[in-house]
Structures are given as C-alpha cells and as structure tokens.
C-alpha cells in the first residue's frame, strides 16, 4: 500500500503540482509562523535568537558618530546610543518615524524623518559609520542607493555596517525561486542577495568589504567607504 501512494505521488503530472502546491504552503507557513510568533507585548522571539543587534555593537567604537538608516521604531538606535558618543536615527516613513519619537529619547540620540540620500545633516553629521540593517532589500535601485547615501552620509574612510536576508539560507528558497514560486522571506523585499551579489553591490557603489559573516541566513558585512 506505502508503495503503491508514493508511486500515486511520483506520477510526473500530480508530483509537479504536489511540488509547486507544497512550496506554496511552505512559505505561506513560514509567513504565518512568524506573525503568530510575536508575543502579545509586540516582541518577536527571533531578536533574542538572531542578536543581530550584538554585532554591531561590536563594530563600534566609543568616539563613533552613528547615522543609522532606515531606523524603523528605534531599537537599535537605542541599543547603540548606549556604547558611541551620538545616534541620529533616519526614518522615511511617518508612521514608524512617529512610533520612534514617542518613547523616551536618550540625550545622544535623534531622530529625523526624511531621504538620508538627499538629506541635509550638515546640522547632525559628520558621521563616522553609518547602519543598514534589514533596509537594502526593500530599495530598487540598490547600487544608485548606496552610491548616493555614500556622497551625502560619509567621508573617505569612514564605514558602513549593514545587515541583509541571503537567499542561500537553505535550498528551498533558490528551489522555489527557479520553480515560480514565492520564495522571499517578505513580499516587500526586492532582492534576497548572495554573498556574491551584496559584495558586488556594495563595491560598485564605492565601498570596500573588509569584513564578513553569515548568522541566522543573514549576511553581515562592514564596509569601508
């Protein structure tokens, strides 16, 4: 009977269907996974797990004047005014600008809404290292991003520490990609980069890769502009 199921299951017209339904369900229960996974006080269990936010402490120095890009709520900025001399946060959104705003500001931090590629921080600079963590995948024009946020943010010399999902966290999402089916981890990313391609990015935007590592299907890299 075992048999005779999986050579029903393996008939090549059903086992393709099987294949792309079954892919489908797979990301579908990962996205519904990770939204009930968030406690009713709105913490989700992967920042305790993941630490991404220990790695770029660990990349900063006291003296360091952060821009951190894409800041969101604030919870790294937070994390981050605790170890450098000052923060200054960059939301584009309202929403999340406001959210940001709305809790206690530590006396090294600020928080500002607006395009960091064209913004004038000539009040709030200059900065020694700017933070992109979970930002690059959501923007287009990636190599164009960088480029800019690199004229307008930083000095020759100074660094970029930045945080990006890898599509090479396991087979399944290079498999479902070639497949057609849903393979990002968010439906708002753009890209889900190799190693390969972030450095590639990275480089022709004028930066300078000196240091990596993956984590969680996370790629980390600092950079030196």
Known sequence: MKQLVWKLIEFRPWRSLLINLLAAVHSYSYLLLTRLAITPDGQHPKHK??????WFLGKLLPEDRVLDVGSHEGTLVRAMAGVVATVTGIEISETYFRRSTSQVIPKNVHFLQGDATVFDFSAHGPFTVVTLSN?????????DFLSKLRRNALAPGNRLLIRVPTIERDWLPVYKKSIGVEWRLDKTHFVEHTVAELEAELIAAGFKPIDRTLR??????ECVA
């Open 216 to 221: 969680f299907g996370e790629i980390f890299v």
């Open 49 to 54: 797990i993941i630490r991404y936010q220990d």
């Open 135 to 143: 930002v690059l995948e959501h923007i287009r024009d990636r190599i």
